[in-house]
């Protein structure tokens, strides 16, 4: 009896020493190891993973293979391999941490992951792109004897998208240590009941895991401004296990785009001595927002048209595998052509990539589902979809509702259910499911049937706005056919492009392929290739320019989501392999702009943009098309070796100047003139032969946390007078010297077959680029770049 009795206050003394200490979250994406075998012996404890290899979360095994056309996933699958792969990892525990909660979260999986810890099975995920986590509390060993966590991932059903979706744990894995008794993340929901110049209210909704024992509970509310400064604070006592409760506020600022202003909010629960026993931490932005069906969208009572892009998820070289520091870069060149809203196609993105879009300011389409149960490939979500469509769509709204930046959620992009009854039950039901957990956001979805009596999911009067992909001619009859809805065009253009590529210019859109009933171009390049001039798009598209110019002459449009922001992997339309990445992106996959990413600057942005294209290295003779987008001036000069060619001006139709020129050596050079002044020049020059190499390292606009950070090495071939080469590419090899790990290289080339994680990549059309990491963060990098012609070691402080 005595020793049960010593075991007893042992078992409370742990209980309440964890009580007393508030949540940690541990990042587990250190130490874990990989193969790509599959054995059912892996979740084993007693097994041993010497053979494996040893990695760092997130991880996508998919993108380290060269690229081959025997993929059962096909060119939409970016000709890479899925497969089925394990993750193992160990980890001790102290005895003194028995009686806590802990708790293992998952960012991502793709797909289908399998969990164990210590040999117990945990269960298994389906959404490739939720976020998801297990209980592994009453499962842990604690002291000596170690804790074994084993993965098993299966991509091999192929193909199962319309696009590269990676494999593996390609997003970040946390512990959570909680106290027994603790705040629910997944029930804590932050709403801005009022929001105005005087006064706002701030509402709070949470809940506990368990009642606190028949106790009154504590909870303290504490409103911090962007300088640490406390704006509110409000210790509330309550009982049971639900709280809601608001703080009455004066004037605040507003988050905005322009202005993302944020607030730190933090949730800690206390005990009766009021030492914290849980807490909770958020960015809140108070802004509002309302679409009108005449006259578009208002953000903070003002007029505010969406320049948005569609996004995939995948960054470039990195594959799936998510890194902040890239997803950055991202987000801020996208932020400098002027995009002030993302729509996150075609699922849920990175619980981080949300966070970046709050701090740097982007409003976000949150969007579910590329399919429901009618499928678009054989293995995709569709075979899940019953089962699995609501808890998933619950577990996103819950996960992500608390995100100032997000302004809508779309339950579906083109949806095979607009085509017969089936739609209009299961729209209902999910628009019914997400206003529950959330009445605050409007409830889309892409659509491409403009006629009424023919869109079941329309027909389901169950969305607040509803998107609409392309169909640039039915515009107009849009707020007939749909009376009374607010109208955005969700995704418009599909235009093709590759960088620094310059065909002869055709008087009208060519359409690649040409319509449905071709798979490929048939008139295409043979170097897969499409011309850079905004005059090449599939079937179903427009040019860059016609596409905004549609949107931004109605009002009653809210805005345009452009397909897309980026190039991304899969899906090579118009060509079949070796093509293996889109060529739809305004920015190539490497993330450098194409020519039309200055069209879409001068028209979203003030910044004094005058951007002149073709390069300047043709045939004596050869009759050039010169384009020049420009803003902020009434027209614009061209001057061929100090002779005028005359002065241009856009049009209500056409948002650049153009001129036809015979080529000759030398300078040609673009003045931009307002009021009879010149207020800018820029002239491009006909380069000779490659000498050198010029290196740009980016770092500090996009660094994140310092451990994750990357640099970006941009590389320019250049003559002896440091004008960009464009036609004499040559191969560069990323030599690791001193505290440097090469991650990655591109040159934005959508047929080269080069593997991305390979250090060796040609120049394209002059220019390639090295993402590359520190190892010890406090001491310098040395990187050597080696040519045929030069080399140079790059020194990264």
Known sequence: MFNKLVSFFILFAMVMTAIAQPRQTINFNEDWSFTLEDDLQFRRTDFSPVNWKKISLPHDWSIGFDFGEEYPAGNAGGALPGGVGWYRKTFPLSAKDKGSHYTLHFGGVYRYAEVWINGKYLGKNINGYLSFEHDLTSHLHYGNEENVIAVRVDNSLQPNSRWYTGSGIYRDVRLEKRSPIHLLRAETFITTPEVSADRSTLRVQTALNQAMSGKTG?????????????????????????????????????????????????????????????????????????????????????????????????????????????????????????????????????????????????????????????????????????????????????????????????????????????????????????????????????????????????????????????????????????????????????????????????????????????????????????????????????????????????????????????????????????????????????????????????????????????????????????????????????????????????????????????FEAGELKAVKIKNGTTVQEVAKKTAGNPVDIVVDVEHERYAVDGATDLYFLTVSLVDEKGTIVPNSDVELSFIPQENITIVGTDNGYQADLNSLSNPKRNTYKGLAVGMVKKGDLDKAGKILIKTNIVEKEITIK
């Not at 890194?323 to 987000?331: D, H, P, T, V």
């Not at 579910?368 to 996103?396: P, Q, T, V």
């Not at 492009?497 to 392929?513: A, C, F, K, N, S």
């Open 218 to 662: 504590k909870l303290q509310l504490k409103l911090h401004d962007k300088n640490k400064k406390l704006i509110a604070e409000q210790t509330l006592a309550f009982s049971g296990s639900q709280f809601e409760e608001g703080l009455s506020l004066g004037r605040v600022d507003l988050w905005s785009p322009d202005s993302p202003t944020l607030y730190d909010l933090s949730i800690s629960l206390l005990d009766s001595s009021d030492e914290v026993i849980d807490h909770l931490q958020y960015a809140v932005g108070f802004r509002h927002f309302h679409f009108d069906e005449h006259k578009g969208f208002f953000l903070n009572g003002q007029s505010f048209k969406l320049f948005g892009v569609c996004l995939h998820h995948d960054l470039g070289a990195l594959g799936a595998a998510f890194n902040k520091s890239a997803a950055k870069r991202q987000l801020l060149i996208m932020k400098d052509m002027g995009v002030n809203a993302i729509r996150t196609a075609h699922n849920p993105p990175a619980e981080e990539f949300l966070d970046l879009c709050d701090e740097l300011g982007f409003l976000v389409q949150n969007e579910s589902y590329d399919m429901w149960a009618k499928r678009k490939n054989k293995f995709d979500y569709h075979i899940d979809f019953k089962e699995h469509h609501i808890a998933d769509l619950i577990s996103l709204v819950k996960r992500d509702r608390n995100h100032p930046s997000i302004f809508m959620w779309s339950i579906g992009n083109e949806i095979r259910e607009q085509f017969d009854s089936t739609g209009i039950a299961l729209t209902k039901n999910m628009a019914e499911v997400v206003k529950a957990l959330d009445p605050t956001r409007p409830v889309t979805a892409a659509l491409t049937e403009t006629n009424f009596d023919k869109n079941f999911i329309a027909q389901a009067e169950a969305l607040d706005v509803l998107g609409f992909n392309y169909k640039y001619f039915d515009y107009d009859k849009l707020p007939t056919e749909f009376k009374g809805y607010p109208l955005i065009a969700s995704e418009t253009t599909s235009a093709l492009q590759t960088r620094g590529v310059y065909d002869p210019l055709q008087d009208t859109i060519q359409l690649w392929p040409a319509s449905s009933k071709d798979k490929f171009v048939t008139n295409g390049n043979p170097d897969f290739t499409v011309s850079a001039y905004d005059n090449v798009a599939a079937y179903w598209g427009t040019s860059h320019e016609r596409a905004w110019l549609e949107v931004k002459k109605r009002d009653f449009l809210g805005g345009i989501f452009v397909w897309t922001g980026f190039d991304y992997l899969g899906e090579p339309v118009p060509y079949p392999y070796p093509a293996r990445s889109s060529y739809y992106g305004v920015v190539d996959l490497a993330g450098l702009p194409k020519d039309v990413y200055y069209m879409y600057q001068s028209e979203w942005t003030d910044t004094e943009v005058l951007h002149l294209l073709p390069h300047w290295n043709w045939k004596e003779g050869d009759l050039v098309d010169v384009w020049c987008y420009y803003n902020n001036a009434d027209e614009v000069e061209l001057f061929l070796n100090g002779r005028s060619l005359g002065r241009q001006s856009k049009t209500d139709d056409q948002l650049h100047a153009a001129w036809k020129v015979p």
